[in-house]
């Protein structure tokens, strides 16, 4: 089984502080990976897909990198609305998702 | 793209559970749908998934040999039959497309359906 894992778990940043999630596969993924944000209550809605490539909608201050086993998802400015859980997910081999970052304002 | 999922509920462990996903807004049978749960408090957790056809199942090692995926191409409607319920699976369940008729990545997802499995 591929085995993601996410870093941090918790972050706190100020509005317009640059944001870096990292998420780590366990074994070589190629560029198999999403990313999610999830608000309470809210369906996931999906921001990246092949690991770089932005969903349509989304808007342009989220981006992804990387390949293989390592990858980033970078906030450009944060913003309040981006209050959530970012949770990545490897569909290499089935699916497996990281165990979440969870985003916090200052 | 919509899909309602529905057949959550209170169900004591052991107990048995059927959960259903109508699509709309896309070729059903071009798409493979698959089953995501968050438990409280938890991260999500792929759960299930089924390719367009049918013929190929997944499961989480979780929920092999209790659940099982199926779907009804000519109804639009993903099923996921939940059997010998734990308290671990209580959770939220949510019904979501993937990107490939066998595979892919969740692109839409419904909003969920609650199993709670108590005494």
């Known amino acids: 089984d591929i085995q993601m894992t996410q870093s941090p778990s918790t972050l706190s940043a100020s509005v317009g502080d640059r944001v870096t999630i990292t998420c780590r596969a366990s074994q070589n993924i190629r560029s198999w990976l999403t990313w999610y944000q999830h608000k309470p209550g809210k369906a996931p809605k999906l921001l990246i897909y092949k690991a770089s490539t932005l969903e349509i909608g989304v808007p342009s201050r989220f981006s992804g990198s990387g390949s293989g086993t390592e990858f980033t998802l970078t906030i450009s400015s944060l913003q309040p609305d981006d209050s959530a859980t970012y949770y990545c997910?490897?569909?290499?081999?089935?699916?497996?998702f990281g165990q979440g970052t969870k985003v916090e304002i200052k | 793209v919509q899909l309602l999922e529905s057949g959550g509920g209170l169900v004591q462990p052991g107990g048995s559970l059927r959960l259903s996903c109508a699509a709309s807004?896309?070729?059903?049978?071009?798409?493979?749908m698959s089953w995501v749960r968050q438990a409280p408090g938890k991260g999500l957790e792929w759960v299930s998934a089924i390719s367009g056809s049918g013929n190929n199942n997944y499961y989480a090692d979780s929920v092999k040999g209790r659940f099982t995926i199926s779907r009804d191409n000519s109804k639009n409607t993903v099923f996921l039959q939940m059997n010998s319920l734990r308290a671990e699976d209580t959770a939220l369940y949510y019904c979501?497309?993937?990107?490939?008729?066998?595979?892919?990545?969740?692109?839409?997802w419904g909003q969920g359906t609650l199993v709670t499995v108590s005494s």
């Open positions: 979501s497309k993937d990107d490939e008729v066998d595979g892919g990545y969740n692109d839409d």
């Open positions: 997910q490897q569909y290499n081999h089935y699916w497996t």
């Open positions: 807004g896309f070729t059903f049978s071009s798409y493979t």
